[in-house]
């Protein structure tokens, strides 16, 4: 069972930095066709950034410049680091894999709260 589980979310003052952990098990694709989304009080669900199947990256505009994607595939993990963090990047953070459209498998979330 394939099952993507989220960590590293908290609370930081503007400016900050936090990196967020997606660890996948039973997961093949080396780590493509994986995404991060997240979805802030109010608002839709926003992709931050998806990895496709050859392992292209796109980063939504908002986060361009700011957050940064990497992978460790021993760990089978994904990792997020996200600089510069502006209160509105507040939001529930979902990492997500899998390779149909609107990928197979999502995780609980991760919340980040950027706030002074």
């Known amino acids: 069972q394939v099952q993507p589980v989220e960590s590293g979310g908290g609370s930081v003052q503007p400016g900050g930095s936090l990196r967020l952990s997606c660890v996948v098990s039973g997961y093949t694709y080396w780590l493509n066709c994986m995404g991060w989304f997240r979805q802030g009080p109010g608002k839709e669900r926003e992709g931050v950034i998806s990895?496709?199947?050859?392992?292209?990256?796109t980063y939504g505009d908002s986060v361009k410049g700011r957050f940064t994607i990497s992978k460790d595939r021993e760990k089978r993990t994904l990792y997020l680091q996200m600089n510069s963090l502006k209160p509105e990047d507040t939001a529930m953070y979902y990492c997500?894999?899998?390779?149909?459209?609107?990928?197979?498998?999502w995780g609980q979330g991760t919340q980040v709260t950027v706030s002074s």
């Open positions: 997500a894999a899998g390779c149909k459209p609107g990928y197979n498998y």
């Open positions: 990895i496709d199947i050859y392992g292209g990256t």
